[in-house]
Every structure is written in structure tokens, then in C-alpha cells.
């Protein structure tokens, strides 16, 4: 087994504070590139750069024999993964690992068509490659529904939904398929639970103890098409993770609650 350097782009978000520790408990060194210095230790190595920008990737880079990219944005991912993928190409990085977002081929939102432009970067890089597409995040979930929940009147958008994943889960896939062989596009990773959005906003609210009237809302134009076709869901085909919301918000918001005529 090959003991080369693994770096990691987005090693500190939500998914790389996961990914870090369990490449490490793997006994793999870990390289991780961040806009921020910070520390080194404990077999992990912070480097500089910024993918955007295209400034410290080539050092970053250098002597990696397998590169998770995790980093991410509300704009600019595309960019940033050519970078990346031209920076990897000169290196000979030996495997290229991606994350990205299941209904990036049909969700008419920008954030999704970068991800589909940089997950062909990626497959058009001429370097071993596989791309992993995940649902969106429980800690996503979470963060829309709070910012819902703070208003005198939660919109429940019609026809809206998601099968939230846990992030533990993804960075626990995303180390098994880093320390395999290159797989090209491996079946998605979505949640055990496909919920109406004001569904989960309802678990929410009943987790915090809080109360709210909720108001029907439409989703207008193409976008409001494809959520109601399903088209960010993978109903067939995808593995399933094992936490549920429900498990989820007992974690972190401290009250447990049940769903209430579920699917």
C-alpha cells in the first residue's frame, strides 16, 4: 500500500474536519490546502493557497499522491477545480477524489452547473479520478430551517424535497474511495429519508420547542419544475446513509422528536 502524502483541499469545513482525522486514523499523512495559515501537527501539514485565485496550488500539490477535493463555494467551484485538475496534472498526482451535489446535470441553479463543470474537469483530466455525488448535508438542513425558523411565518415551499445526509457519513465514503482504486462516477450517497422541506423545518421547530405558523408557498419557473419532478433526488440506485434527520437534530439541538406521517 502506498504510504504517499494526501491532500486535502476544504480540509477545514463541515466535511474536511471529518475527512482529516479518519485519514489519520488510516496512518496516512495529510496535507491540507487552506486560505488561512494555521499550525502544523499531529501528521497534518497546512499549506497556504487558494484554488480561486490560483496562487500556492502547485506547491500544494507537489509530491501528493492522492488529492481529495472537497473545497467548495457558492460561486466558483468550476475555476477552481481547472486549477486544481491543471496543478494535479503536472504533480502526476496518482488519484483525483470529488465531491459533488446529486442533481448537478438538472438542478437550473448556478452553484449546481459549476459542480457539473468541475466534475468534468475532473473526468476530462486524463489523471485516475472518482467523483462521488452526495445529497445535501444534515448540517445544510439545518442551517436553512434555522434561518426559516426565525421568522413570525415559516414558508414551506410546495412540492420541495430533500434527502438530507449525514456529513459523517460522506467523509467516511470519501476516505474509502480516496485509499481504493480509482472508480470514475461511483452511485450516489443521499439520506435514508426523502422529507418535504417544511417537513423538516416541522422537526425543526418541534426539536427547539418552538411554534410557527407555516405558509404554503410555490416555487416559480424552471427551478420550481425540477424540484417537484425530484430532479435533486436519487430515488434508485444511490446508497442510502443510516443517520436520519430525526437522529440528527436530537444531537444538535438537544431534543428528541419522531416523524410525523412519514413516507
Not at 491543471?86 to 438542478?107: C, E, K, N, P, W
Not at 474511495?177 to 423538516?200: C, M
Amino acid at each position: 500500500m502506498t504510504t504517499s502524502t494526501i491532500l486535502v483541499t476544504g480540509g477545514t469545513g463541515t466535511l474536511g474536519r471529518l475527512v482529516v482525522p479518519l485519514l489519520r486514523e488510516a496512518g496516512r499523512e495529510v496535507r491540507v490546502l487552506s486560505r488561512q495559515g494555521r499550525e502544523s501537527g499531529g501528521g497534518v501539514t497546512y499549506v497556504t493557497g487558494d484554488l480561486l485565485k490560483d496562487e500556492g496550488v502547485e506547491a500544494a500539490v507537489e509530491g501528493a499522491g492522492i488529492v481529495l477535493h472537497l473545497a467548495g463555494g457558492a460561486k466558483g467551484d468550476d475555476v477552481a477545480t481547472r486549477n486544481l485538475v491543471r496543478a494535479a496534472r503536472a504533480a502526476g498526482v496518482g488519484h483525483l477524489v470529488y465531491i459533488s451535489v446529486i442533481g448537478a446535470d438538472t438542478v437550473p441553479l448556478s452553484y449546481f452547473r459549476a459542480k457539473l463543470e468541475a466534475e468534468r474537469a475532473v473526468a476530462e483530466s486524463g489523471l485516475p479520478w472518482t467523483t462521488l455525488r452526495a445529497a445535501q448535508f444534515h448540517d445544510l438542513a439545518l442551517k436553512v430551517v434555522t434561518t426559516m425558523g426565525k421568522l413570525p411565518v415559516v414558508p414551506a415551499p410546495g412540492g420541495v424535497r430533500w434527502q438530507p445526509v449525514d456529513a459523517r457519513e460522506v467523509a467516511a465514503r470519501l476516505v474509502e474511495l480516496a485509499l481504493g482504486e480509482p472508480a470514475g462516477a461511483v452511485p450516489d450517497l443521499a439520506g435514508p429519508e426523502v422529507y418535504e422541506l417544511a417537513e423538516l423545518s416541522r422537526g425543526y421547530l418541534r426539536a427547539a420547542g418552538k411554534r410557527r405558523p407555516m405558509l404554503p408557498v410555490r416555487v416559480p419557473g424552471r427551478l420550481g419544475r425540477a424540484y417537484r419532478a425530484g430532479e435533486n433526488l436519487t430515488l434508485d440506485g444511490a446508497v442510502r446513509g443510516r443517520r436520519t434527520w430525526e437522529g440528527f437534530l436530537a444531537e444538535r439541538v438537544g431534543r428528541g422528536v419522531e416523524r410525523v406521517g412519514g413516507r
